[in-house]
C-alpha cells in the first residue's frame, strides 16, 4: 500500500523559511515522478512542483520559483520541499504525491499545514 | 499556461440523480485530464485518468468522457458517499492546472 506522509509544517513568518519533507513507502520511489500540490484554506488545488525519477529536471509554478525547491534523497525514500521568502498567500495545506505520466498525480499524502503570519 | 474551467461551481443533487460535471480547457490537452474527488478535511482520491479510464477500486457509476478541449465526469445514480467537491485537472503541459472544483451538495 502506497504511504505518504508529510511533515515540517507550522507557523512562519512573512519572509522566513520552512522545509517539508515526505517520507515514501509501498512503492519503489527511485522510479517515480514526485509532486507538491497545495491548497489554500477553503480554496481550490494548486499544483506546486515536480521533480523527476533522478533529479535532473524539476519544474515549477511560476509564483514560487526562485523561493522554493524541490528535491530528494532515493536512498532515503524522501521528498522534500525546501521554502524561502514565504508569503501570507502560501498559507496552505501542502501534499506530497506520486506522479506517472500516465495516471498523474495518483496518490496523495494527508498534508501538512503551512500558515505565514506574523 | 493551460486554463481549466470546470461548471457548475455548486451543483445540488438528490440520492439517485444523474450528475455531469464538465471541464474545459483552453486548449487542447488530447485526453490527459485526470479527476479527483475531494472530501472535507481529506486528500483529493483519484477518480479518472486520460479522460475516461476508470482507477482501480473507483465505483462503476462514475465515468468519464472526452478529448481535446471539453470532457465530461458523470455520476450515474448519486450515492450518499458521492457528496463531495471534484477537480479536474491537465497533465499534457507543465504547469499543471486545476480546474476551480465542482462541490456536489444534497438537495
Known amino acids: 500500500e502506497v504511504q505518504l506522509v508529510e511533515s515540517g509544517g507550522g507557523l512562519v513568518q512573512p519572509g522566513g523559511s520552512l522545509r517539508l519533507s515526505c517520507a515514501a513507502s509501498g512503492f519503489t520511489f527511485s522510479t517515480y515522478w514526485m509532486s507538491w500540490v497545495r491548497q489554500a484554506p477553503g480554496k481550490g488545488l494548486e499544483w506546486v512542483a515536480n521533480m523527476k525519477e533522478d533529479g535532473s529536471l524539476k519544474y515549477y509554478v511560476d509564483s514560487v520559483k526562485g523561493r522554493f525547491t524541490i528535491s530528494r534523497d532515493n536512498a532515503k525514500n524522501s521528498l522534500y520541499l525546501e521554502m524561502n521568502s514565504l508569503r501570507a498567500e502560501d498559507t496552505a495545506v501542502y501534499y506530497c504525491?506520486?506522479?506517472?505520466?500516465?495516471?498523474?498525480?495518483?496518490?496523495w499524502g494527508q498534508g501538512t499545514l503551512v500558515t505565514v503570519s506574523s | 499556461d493551460i486554463q481549466m474551467t470546470q461548471s457548475p461551481s455548486t451543483l445540488s443533487a438528490s440520492v439517485g440523480d444523474r450528475v455531469t460535471i464538465t471541464c474545459r480547457a483552453s486548449?487542447?490537452?488530447?485526453?490527459?485530464l485526470v479527476w479527483y474527488q475531494q472530501k472535507p478535511g481529506k486528500a483529493p482520491n483519484l477518480l479518472i485518468y486520460k479522460a475516461s479510464s476508470l482507477e482501480s477500486g473507483v465505483p462503476s457509476r462514475f465515468s468519464g468522457s472526452g478529448s481535446g478541449t471539453e470532457f465530461t465526469l458523470t455520476i450515474n445514480s448519486l450515492q450518499p458517499d458521492d457528496f463531495a467537491t471534484y477537480y479536474c485537472?491537465?497533465?499534457?503541459?507543465?504547469?499543471?492546472?486545476f480546474g476551480g472544483g465542482t462541490k456536489v451538495e444534497i438537495k
Open positions: 504525491a506520486k506522479y506517472s505520466g500516465s495516471y498523474g498525480i495518483e496518490s
Open positions: 486548449q487542447s490537452i488530447s485526453f490527459w
Open positions: 485537472q491537465q497533465y499534457n503541459s507543465y504547469p499543471l492546472t
